[in-house]
């Protein structure tokens, strides 16, 4: 393939990510976290979608999402939620703890980033202090770093539903690095040293990838979704010439010549794994590659139509307009209002 589609993606849908708190345990504790739908507006302003992971540094501990799949996280390992599911870290399985946000100070009484939380049994206590928090977790039974990843779902973000709704990452073998990474993520937040919360948060960016490219790795052959898609030879290349030149006049006729598959054979197996046409999925990719630049740059929205394969701003308007509900201006301008708020 000459176009990394998966990094492409990743661009596209504006991944970032952060670290914010250093959470220690101690006794028989629970942390229960609401859906991330609830934690966004408070964590990462401007963002559709917030990804929360949980990376263990020290000692063990169970993470699952009540009444759904569940993982024993021994240190080093990491655990994700793609989806935003409520989910609860805890000493042992089938724990609840309280999913209210009532400790938490919000991102404007916190301070400096990250916020230390204790959990001891029943007891929550929490601080920006950067001397309280190795302290803490001296005397604690397991200590976890947590943080978010922020992502785009509008207009169109064909990854968070090909992954699964608990993701572990396991330490050992190809995971090993991981272990660093927490370790890292335990001394940058210490230290508190100039540039750790930009270089956490390039980490975290790296971790997610490296999950996905792992979990796509162990999909059984005969998987459905866009990672299955991704790394058949026929859709993954097809999924290659649109992100790469997603301006192309394409035709279901041209990318199966380009392929090597009729046109028919092309359409059911496109359709089958990523569960669009493939004409489809170019008009909405080519609306979130729209939408990065309607947010990045200051281009104009007719040049933004050519540049996204539209010989008509009406045209590009209408199609937009159909999938965001809104036109291109004006949802420039309500984000760009909601970021300078």
């Not at 805890?90 to 309280?98: F, L, V």
């Not at 999924?239 to 990318?255: F, N, R, V």
Request: glycine content about 10%; some cysteine.
């Amino acid at each position: 393939m000459s176009q990394d589609t998966l990094s492409d993606v990743l661009r596209g849908v504006r991944l970032r990510g952060a670290v914010f708190f250093s959470i220690s345990g101690s006794s028989d504790w629970a942390a229960e976290a609401p859906p991330a739908r609830e934690l966004a507006p408070m964590l990462m302003r401007g963002v559709d979608h917030v990804i929360e992971y949980h990376a263990v540094a020290r000692g063990s501990c169970w993470a699952g999402i009540p009444g759904g799949p569940s993982a024993h996280l021994l240190a080093g390992d990491v655990v994700m939620f793609p989806h935003g599911d409520a989910h609860v870290v805890s000493s042992a399985p089938g724990m609840r703890g309280d999913a209210g946000l009532g400790w938490f100070p919000g991102m404007d009484g916190i301070g400096q980033l990250p916020l230390g939380v204790a959990y001891n049994g029943t007891s929550v206590t929490h601080s920006a202090s950067p001397e309280w928090v190795p302290h803490v977790e001296a005397d604690a039974d397991v200590t976890i770093v947590c943080g978010f990843l922020g992502c785009d779902l509008q207009p169109f973000n064909p990854l968070i539903d090909a992954l699964p709704r608990l993701l572990h990452l396991r330490a050992n073998g190809e995971g090993a690095w991981i272990a660093q990474f927490t370790q890292q993520a335990v001394a940058e937040s210490h230290a508190r040293r100039p540039g750790g919360e930009a270089m956490l948060a390039r980490m975290s960016e790296m971790m997610f990838v490296d999950a996905v490219r792992r979990y796509a790795d162990s999909l059984p052959a005969q998987s459905a979704g866009w990672l299955a898609g991704l790394r058949d030879r026929f859709v993954g290349r097809a999924l290659a010439l649109m992100h790469e030149q997603p301006a192309q006049d394409w035709t279901i006729d041209e990318l199966g010549r380009q392929v090597g598959l009729s046109r028919s054979a092309l359409h059911d197996r496109f359709a089958h794994l990523v569960g669009i046409p493939p004409i489809q999925y170019l008009a909405q990719w080519r609306m979130q590659a729209a939408a990065r630049l309607l947010l990045e740059t200051r281009a104009t929205v007719a040049a933004i139509a050519l540049d996204v394969g539209y010989e008509s701003e009406a045209a590009f308007a209408r199609a937009f307009k159909r999938l965001v509900g809104k036109p291109p201006g004006e949802w420039r301008r309500d984000h760009d209002a909601a970021d300078a708020a």
